[in-house]
């Protein structure tokens, strides 16, 4: 998958691209439609502001998120992709930089580790993985996140509700 990211308003002193290629690679490694190389996503390094105008944009919510996920394909057509053929957008990400350093200190973690586990969370939006309608459904997508975590060398971040 080719990663199309722009950065604005996060901090210099950390190299976002490298973090979010890092980050599809982990999420390739345990979704496999993530490995096409048909794939294009672009993922938004950007302010509470613009994602919350997103937030209220498309999805009717008047607040800022931490993450948003705009997928271009649903999942059957993902798994339907031949593996030759011209370039696919998956979809788009978003990334809010105060709510995410504020969730990271919350949960005493680095925002490095913590935006690695958004990136994932969305990427995996983006393949067509959910946590809405069921608890099963959260289930396998969180077993997801702490799998392509783990290849990165980063705690579950859900390790704490046990």
Not at 96 to 109: I, L, S
Not at 136 to 147: D, G, H, K, P
Request: hydrophobic share 45%; with cysteine; proline share 5%.
């Amino acid at each position: 998958m080719d990663l199309d990211i722009a950065i604005d308003g996060w901090p210099e002193a950390i190299d976002w691209a490298e973090l979010a290629d890092g980050a599809a690679d982990a999420a390739a490694g345990v979704e496999p439609i993530l490995s096409s190389e048909r794939l294009t996503a672009s993922i938004l390094f950007t302010t509470d502001a613009e994602v919350h105008d997103l937030n209220r944009e498309w999805r009717g919510k008047d607040k800022p998120t931490n993450v948003l996920s705009f997928p271009m394909l649903e999942r059957d057509a993902l798994l339907a992709l031949a593996p030759d053929g011209p370039p696919e957008m998956l979809g788009d990400i978003a990334l809010a930089q105060e709510t995410c350093a504020r969730e990271a200190a919350e949960k005493g973690v680095s925002l490095e580790h913590h935006t690695a586990h958004l990136i994932v969370h969305g990427l995996l939006h983006l393949a067509g993985h959910d946590h809405i309608d069921s608890d099963a459904q959260a289930e396998a997508m969180e077993a997801l996140e702490i799998a392509a975590l783990a290849k990165m060398g980063i705690a579950d971040p859900y390790g704490d509700r046990n």
